[in-house]
């Protein structure tokens, strides 16, 4: 592969975090720590009346990947449901391990496949997708 690990868009991501500020009650919060590089990631959510996320707080203390995974799973991780955020992280998984030629759909994840063969970064990159699956899971078995 010919593109740099850490491009322009990468570090564009990792300064645009949305909800960087955590939730003062959420109905969950989980965080996920790479064991490889440290970086760690922690999720609050609230879910509405239908079991999908209405607030989103992050706490990211991650290298560069981890913080651009952070910024995409944010982007669009309101209105999700814990299934579609499971899915999600299950497809970046599957991805990452080549075990799927593709990109999972969820916006801007192509962006990782400078990293594919850089299997120390996985970890780093999977943390939103695995935090906020779980967060999501766990706030609708307590609501």
């Not at 919060?29 to 209405?54: F, H, M, T, Y």
């Not at 970890?123 to 609708?140: G, M, V, W």
Request: aromatic share 4%; with cysteine.
């Amino acid at each position: 592969m010919d593109a740099p690990l850490y491009n322009n868009e990468i570090l564009r991501l990792a300064a645009s975090i949305p909800y960087h500020q955590r939730l003062a009650e959420p109905m969950a919060s989980v965080e996920k720590r790479s064991p490889i590089c440290g970086s760690r990631v922690a999720v609050d959510v609230n879910l509405d009346d239908q079991g999908r996320v209405v607030e989103l707080g992050l706490l990211v203390r991650a290298c560069a990947l981890g913080q651009a995974s952070s910024a995409l799973m944010a982007a669009n991780a309101i209105g999700k449901s814990p299934e579609e955020l499971a899915g999600a992280r299950d497809a970046l998984t599957a991805w990452l391990a080549g075990e799927r030629n593709d990109p999972p759909d969820w916006p801007g994840l192509g962006v990782f496949t400078p990293a594919l063969a850089v299997t120390a970064r996985h970890p780093s990159i999977r943390l939103a997708f695995e935090a906020a699956a779980e967060a999501a899971a766990t706030a609708r078995t307590r609501g």
